[in-house]
Nanobody, 126 residues
């Protein structure tokens, strides 16, 4: 198991940028694939982006591809989400999550993730 703590959320105008960071505890961070998910008020939690254990594979939701970029630093046990060209519809609580799988076909599957952070609020004003 890993413990996850997100940071970097806040309020930004449409068209602006934010960088979210997730810090993981535990020596086995390198064995986990990592993902970012979000949940807007009244909506289900949805997949945003994910990265495999070695950073060799990434996946993005269609509506963020080309605007968001996920990266990880295994030496520092961190995974970041760079969010550019933000839109009001990106407003949500963003969660970092981890899954102990090397199967890259599982990256976008929310039910494969069994470690979750507490979330960080991102608000994009129009």
């Amino acid at each position: 198991q890993v413990q996850l703590v997100e940071s970097g959320g806040g309020l930004v105008q449409a068209g602006g940028s934010l960088r979210l960071s997730c810090a993981a505890s535990g020596r086995t961070f390198v064995l986990y694939s990592m993902g970012w998910f979000r949940q807007a008020p009244g909506k289900e939690r949805e997949f945003v982006a994910a990265i495999s254990w070695n950073g060799g594979d990434v996946a993005y939701a269609d509506d963020v591809r080309g605007r968001f970029a996920i990266s990880r630093g295994n030496a520092k046990n961190t995974v970041d989400l760079q969010m550019d060209s933000l839109k009001p519809e990106d407003t949500a609580v963003y969660y970092c999550a981890a899954q102990s799988s090397f199967d890259v076909s599982r990256l976008a599957r929310i039910y494969e993730y069994d470690n979750w952070g507490q979330g960080t609020q991102v608000t994009v004003s129009s």
